[in-house]
T-cell receptor
């Protein structure tokens, strides 16, 4: 398996633009997580899907953020409109369960909003 | 361990030394813990896990110790190598929650 695949690896965009981050989880994994990583706040869970259904989106910072999982092999995280404070590394992770066995992370998308 | 603000706690060791990285957790309901390693430009990578019914677990060159009484977790790396240089995170959770990650500790190994 190629692991969790994220695209793009890097994204530079202007404030106010829409940004879409993409994730392909490991085949057979039924849980998918979106995390944001910054030096100030560390790894923050944004949203958690189980069997393609959003279970916990309490970490989504505000309405500008939205996430979808239309099928078991694809998820998107969208920011519209983007702001400079959204600059961070965004990770997607997948797993077979909520906790046990841990999560497999993708390589991340480094987002810079100027 | 835990960190506040912009700076990660940093542990600097010489190649060949043993390293010990510590982590305190606050949720007494957590019954499963993982150590992750994150190299620059990469996502966190699973190293070793431990369940709360154990107090020690060993892997290849790594040992995790769990002290539930004081809610403390440690990762011991034997014969540390330059390739071990990375940020190390502890994470904990239970069957009723998702994993919560600590802020991380940077390990710097000099040859």
């Amino acid at each position: 398996d190629a692991g969790v695949i994220q695209s793009p690896r890097h994204e530079v965009t202007e404030m106010g633009q829409e940004v879409t981050l993409r994730c392909k989880p490991i085949s057979g994994h039924n849980s998918l997580f979106w995390y944001r990583q910054t030096m100030m706040r560390g790894l923050e869970l944004l949203i958690y899907f189980n069997n393609n259904v959003p279970i916990d989106d309490s970490g989504m910072p505000e309405d500008r953020f939205s996430a979808k999982m239309p099928n078991a092999s694809f998820s998107t995280l969208k920011i519209q409109p983007s702001e400079p404070r959204d600059s961070a590394v965004y990770f997607c992770a997948s797993s077979l369960g909520r906790v046990f066995g841990g999560y497999t992370f993708g390589s991340g998308t480094r987002l810079t909003v100027v | 361990g835990e960190s506040v603000g912009l700076h990660l706690p940093t542990l600097s060791v010489q190649e060949g030394d043993n390293s010990i990285i510590n982590c305190a957790y606050s949720n007494s309901a957590s019954d499963y813990f993982i150590w992750y390693k994150q190299e620059s430009g990469k996502g966190p990578q699973f190293i070793i896990d431990i369940r709360s019914n154990m107090d020690k677990r060993q892997g290849q060159r790594v040992t995790v110790l769990l002290n539930k009484t004081v809610k403390h977790l440690s990762l011991q790396i034997a014969a540390t190598q330059p390739g071990d240089s990375a940020v190390y995170f502890c994470a904990g959770g239970s069957g009723y929650s998702t994993l919560t990650f600590g802020k991380g500790t940077m390990l710097l190994v000099s040859p």
